[in-house]
């Protein structure tokens, strides 16, 4: 049985499709990755999960009830964490999981025991009759986290778990989400736009980009299939770019080339015999080479070779977005 | 029927839970409604000849007392669901939206407990036109009193929830319930008797459910019954007030809610 399953799965606001048809399944117990830059269709997707938006065509099924036609039961089932930190400020720790508590029907007999339980597991006991509003922005997110997990859903959405968090916290999180999933043994969905999140915490992921997904591998087959080894190369300028290029193409062993004007990244399977055919091409070509790398292959790279470009570029204009979605707040 | 009233109280007393924690905005919201009864009530202490005209024997300050009691009720309660707005953009509503609670829950939770805040906010300024001297002479009819102000506030409380549920902003909604809270507390006997109205501003008022209301108060704290209008009449529209606004109020939260915000 599946946890989720979708069937063509596409939402459009106007003209704009945010998620066009995509067809995927999560088994059950399975923690199973949205990799890809914001606007990629992530929360979207996430949200009809959910039962927050209706699709505007497809079929989305968890625990294979309809998310539209069964959308109660399906609330039953899941546990919702989302991007921003929802917890109220003005109720302590415990306060908050308790509404949760209420609101997710949990029987009276065992609200004390559970949130007990799942304050041990996210190591705020000794802080739980405070006001949210002392918590640290890692406290908030572990309480949040709690929150969802509070009623073992069968499935866990977690948006974007550790977006604004610095790095110490984030790898707490993490700890925190594989206990969770060990202990509880739901299946968890999760979006992301950190590679290092994606490739630290899913069984498999699925790299979404322009509202389609482009694959769904485990990341260990996904790094696989790029070929064992990455050549970086950074040149002087690009004069000749284009019989290097070519020339490259017919070295033995290169897998796939990825161009980016000065910029070359190079998907081999033998890369230290690749290196001097490289300088050799190079000189004969008078093309003058800066740098010149070798490296594994990162998630980074399965993401440029799907989608054509890096991940990061999109940060930088979501990071503006969410900026500028800020200051909207701020004045209102 | 039972899971609604359990998830109704979930949202009531998560409301009330932050409303006590927010104790300074008790005494602000207090300031309006002790200008209105203090200065308000002397300036138009002149006015005591035209209050007796139509039978009312006592101050003015004592005439407008109820009404202020309403006017604390009513924006009290039209106010109350701006929080709707917060809670839609800090990802609390997508919360309880994605839990098995019914979203009239939401509504009527929220409600509840902004009537309840509104009775107590009302009942401070009845303190406040005690300590003042307005007469009140059979205290016990503070019981009924205070029920009608629930009442009425549970139903006041819904344009609130509607207007923030369809609200996408915080300005459309300040001007929405701006637009509707004066006139609707200006179009009643809350400081001028109705037979003082001209007529088409009387039939307007006879409209308008804040009327009866105040009528209710009234005749409950002063004993004098205005305008003929019978107090089984005026309890018979606010509760058809309070059920309407009930019934559309979890409609419309419903309907607005379920669409992308």
């Given at each position: 049985m599946y946890s989720i399953e979708t069937k063509s799965l596409t939402k459009s606001f106007g003209d704009v499709i945010a998620v066009n048809d995509i067809s995927f399944s999560v088994n059950s117990g399975e923690i199973f990755g949205f990799l890809g830059p914001n606007g990629a269709g992530k929360s979207t997707t996430m949200m009809i999960l959910t039962t927050l938006l209706k699709p505007t065509s497809g079929q989305a099924l968890i625990s294979e009830f309809d998310v539209v036609g069964n959308a109660k039961k399906v609330r039953e089932k899941i546990g919702y964490v989302q991007q921003e930190t929802t917890v109220d400020e003005y109720l302590t720790g415990r306060e908050n999981l308790l509404l949760q508590a209420k609101l997710n029907h949990i029987p009276k007999n065992e609200i004390n025991s559970r949130i007990d339980e799942v304050l041990e597991l996210i190591e705020l006991s000794d802080k739980q009759n405070d006001s949210v509003v002392t918590y640290s922005g890692g406290m908030r997110k572990r309480l949040d986290i709690a929150g969802g997990l509070l009623h073992r859903p069968k499935v866990l959405f977690l948006d974007e778990p550790t977006v604004g968090l610095d790095i110490q916290t984030r790898r707490k999180i993490w700890e925190y989400i594989k206990k969770i999933h060990k202990e509880f043994d739901m299946t968890i969905f999760l979006s992301t736009h950190y590679m290092e999140e994606a490739d630290n915490l899913c069984d498999r992921i699925g790299i979404i980009d322009g509202g389609k997904i482009q694959v769904i591998d485990s990341p260990e087959n996904m790094k696989n299939a790029m070929g064992n080894e990455v050549i970086s190369i950074i040149m002087d300028d690009a004069h000749n770019r284009d019989s290097f290029l070519s020339q490259l193409k017919t070295i033995e062993f290169v897998k796939n080339i990825n161009e980016d004007s000065t910029k070359l990244t190079l998907f081999v399977s033998n890369g230290t015999q690749v290196i001097p055919k490289i300088f050799q091409i190079s000189s004969e070509l008078k093309i003058k080479i800066n740098t010149i790398s070798l490296t594994r292959p990162t998630l980074d790279d399965v993401f440029l070779s799907y989608t054509g470009h890096e991940i990061r570029d999109d940060n930088s204009n979501f990071n503006r977005k969410r900026e500028h979605a800020k200051m909207k707040r701020l004045r209102s | 029927m039972n899971s609604l009233m359990y998830d109704t109280y979930t949202i009531f007393w998560r409301e009330l839970k932050r409303y006590k924690k927010s104790r300074s905005g008790v005494l602000i919201r207090l300031i309006q409604p002790a200008i209105w009864i203090i200065v308000v009530g002397n300036i138009f202490s002149g006015t005591q000849p035209l209050i007796q005209s139509v039978g009312f024997d006592g101050e003015y300050i004592e005439f407008m007392a109820p009404g202020v009691i309403i006017l604390t009720a009513i924006f009290t309660s039209i106010f109350g669901g701006v929080n709707t707005l917060w809670d839609r953009r800090y990802g609390f509503m997508n919360k309880a939206l994605t839990s098995p609670i019914s979203r009239s829950a939401i509504a009527l939770g929220k409600m509840s407990a902004i009537s309840l805040i509104a009775a107590m906010q009302a009942s401070l300024i009845l303190g406040i036109a005690l300590a003042i001297g307005v007469n009140f002479p059979n205290p016990i009819m503070i019981a009924p009193i205070m029920a009608i102000v629930i009442l009425f506030s549970l139903g006041f409380s819904g344009i609130s929830v509607m207007v923030a549920a369809t609200a996408k902003s915080q300005e459309t909604f300040w001007g929405m319930i701006n637009f509707l809270g004066m006139p609707l507390f200006m179009l009643?006997?809350?400081?001028?008797?109705?037979?003082?109205?001209?007529n088409w501003l009387a039939v307007i008022a006879k409209l308008n459910p804040v009327t009866y209301t105040v009528l209710l108060v009234r005749e409950l704290m002063t004993g004098v019954s205005e305008g003929g209008i019978p107090i089984l009449l005026s309890l018979g529209i606010l509760f058809a007030f309070v059920l309407v606004m009930i019934g559309l109020a979890s409609y419309v939260f419903t309907r607005e809610v379920n669409k992308p915000f």
């Open positions: - | 009643s006997p809350a400081l001028f008797p109705l037979e003082l109205l001209p």
